[in-house]
Structure formats: structure tokens, C-alpha cells
């Protein structure tokens, strides 16, 4: 059991970074969508989406070096957390179109419950947690 463990965080750790990594860029090289659903109480909006593209890159380059490995996913876990808020308002404003399509519906009605998902995902990856699986199992 543990190998599979191991080899099931590998593949997190690298899809992680994949997904983190280009998060990331799109943050620093395409901001105006994201800048459009940060909450109005967020502060200098442009700085933020700046900086939280540049954690999400740094956690993506986190995973993948062992000895950062573990604050990487602590701080990606945090990262999704932070977000949420943004996540939401993403919906909201969405949903709350003259005219919502299907798409949206479905996108925002999976993406939503996934959070937790990151969170837990990121800590995984991060070699911090493995529940529900169990090291040491045969």
C-alpha cells in the first residue's frame, strides 16, 4: 500500500505543479480576468493577483524540491483557502447573469465543492497528510 501511496502523490505532486505552475503565469501575463472576480474589500487588486501568481509558481516549484516540498503543500493548501472567497464571487456574478448558460451552471456547481478537494490535495502532495489512507497498511 505504501508504494502505491508514494507513487499516487508523485503524480499529485507534479499534476499540482502543472496546474499551479500555469495558475501562475496566466496570473502574471493575463491578470484582468482574475483581477474581475477578486472581491471588492480586496485591497490593490492588481498587486494582489501579481503576488498570488507568483505563490502559486513558487508552490509549484515547491513540490517538486523535496526539501520544500511540505511548506509547498502547507502553502498551497493555504492558497486554495485565501481564494475561496474569489471563487465564490466568481459564481455569483456568473450565476447572476441576465443570461446563464449551462456551462457556467455545471462549471460552478463542481468547482465550488472541489475546494476542500485542493486543500486536501496540496497537503497530500505535500507529503502531510495521507488519510484516508493508511502507511504501513498490507
Known amino acids: 500500500m505504501t508504494a ?5 502523490q508523485r503524480r499529485c505532486q507534479w499534476g499540482l505543479s502543472s496546474f ?6 496566466l496570473h502574471l501575463v493575463l491578470p484582468k480576468p482574475f483581477i474581475g472576480i477578486t472581491p471588492a474589500w480586496v485591497p490593490e ?11 502559486e509558481i513558487a508552490g509549484a516549484v515547491g ?19 485565501c481564494v475561496f ?3 465564490i464571487k466568481h459564481a455569483i456574478d456568473s450565476l447572476g447573469a441576465a443570461t446563464v448558460s449551462p456551462w457556467q451552471w455545471s462549471y ?17 502532495a505535500g507529503n502531510i497528510v495521507v488519510w484516508p489512507f493508511r502507511r504501513g497498511e498490507k
Open 4 to 8: 502505491r501511496i508514494d507513487v499516487w
Open 20 to 25: 499551479y505552475g500555469l495558475a501562475g503565469i
Open 45 to 55: 487588486p492588481e498587486a494582489v493577483i501579481f503576488l498570488t501568481g507568483l505563490c
Open 63 to 81: 513540490l517538486l524540491v523535496p526539501r520544500l516540498r511540505k511548506a509547498a503543500g502547507i502553502g498551497l493548501a493555504f492558497y486554495a483557502i
Open 85 to 87: 472567497p474569489a471563487n
Open 108 to 124: 460552478h456547481l463542481i468547482r465550488l465543492p472541489l475546494q476542500p478537494y485542493l486543500v486536501w490535495l496540496a497537503l497530500f
